[in-house]
């Protein structure tokens, strides 16, 4: 009865999940934000995170700022806005609208859609980036703004200590540029909270191209581990490691350690 109990808990705890629109990353950022979600009733949750930049330069730090609001039992919401300063002393603002549903038996879905503009304030010192995500993206050279949609859909099956899942996202860059990419995703909980997974990222990322001044859609495709491990009823220690393949330009390791407290 008390292993029953253990499983039926782990179950509901797996399936209020939410991913930022950032498929340069292989690691979906989700949004454990309710660990029972026979609890919407009790009203939504806001929530706000600071993300350091990447020492090597290949990321700067940003500032998010959400809010979930589940319907009802099986459908809920999320609003979500970020602000990411440029190498140039502009910033990129972005606004997150999603959709979550649990079909039952397990099976679950999400749409999103994300829209980014990018503030320019001076052409000097652009350096080259990439991603879909617009944090990714170098500064033009002409002042102004740019920007970028993307959206994505996410189809998901938990079961017993398991949970897979499947995203498609598609972007286009302002000026008609546009690009697919695909992920699998596939995670193993050893106890309620604290998982361990593999991810597979393949598709089309936007690269900035200094000579022509454009974004040009590249194949690129990347793989990963991801896990969250919590060693108190608050603490927890996240991390993220993955190789890229991006063709001409060679593999690219990329390694990331966070720590979450849980008030």
């Not at 008390?2 to 690691?27: C, G, H, I, M, V």
């Amino acid at each position: 009865m008390l292993a029953e109990a253990q499983t039926s808990q782990l179950k509901r705890r797996l399936d209020p999940r939410f991913e930022t629109l950032r498929p340069e990353n292989a690691f979906a950022d989700w949004r454990r934000v309710l660990d029972d979600p026979t609890r919407w009733s009790e009203g939504g949750i806001a929530y706000a995170n600071i993300a350091a930049g990447d020492p090597l330069g290949l990321s700067t730090s940003e500032s998010t700022g959400g809010y979930w609001l589940p319907l009802s039992q099986r459908l809920s919401t999320l609003m979500e806005a970020s602000v990411a300063p440029t190498s140039l002393g502009g910033a990129e603002r972005s606004v997150l609208g999603q959709v979550g549903a649990q079909l039952g038996s397990g099976w679950g879905m999400q749409a999103g859609v994300r829209r980014s503009e990018l503030g320019i304030s001076t052409p000097e010192g652009a350096a080259q980036y990439s991603g879909l995500g617009l944090t990714a993206l170098p500064v033009p050279w002409s002042a102004g703004n740019s920007g970028a949609g993307l959206g994505m859909v996410t189809f998901e099956r938990s079961w017993e200590r398991y949970h897979g899942a499947y995203t498609v996202y598609s972007g286009r860059v302002d000026g008609g540029a546009t690009a697919t990419s695909h992920r699998l995703q596939f995670d193993y909980f050893y106890s309620a909270r604290s998982s361990v997974g593999l991810s597979y990222t393949t598709g089309r990322t936007l690269d900035y191209s200094l000579l022509s001044s454009t974004l040009t859609p590249v194949e690129t495709s990347n793989v990963g581990i991801v896990g969250e491990h919590w060693f108190s009823s608050s603490w927890a220690i996240n991390y993220n490691a993955l190789i890229e393949d991006r063709g001409i330009q060679g593999l690219r390791p990329e390694l990331r350690l966070g720590l979450r407290l849980q008030f």
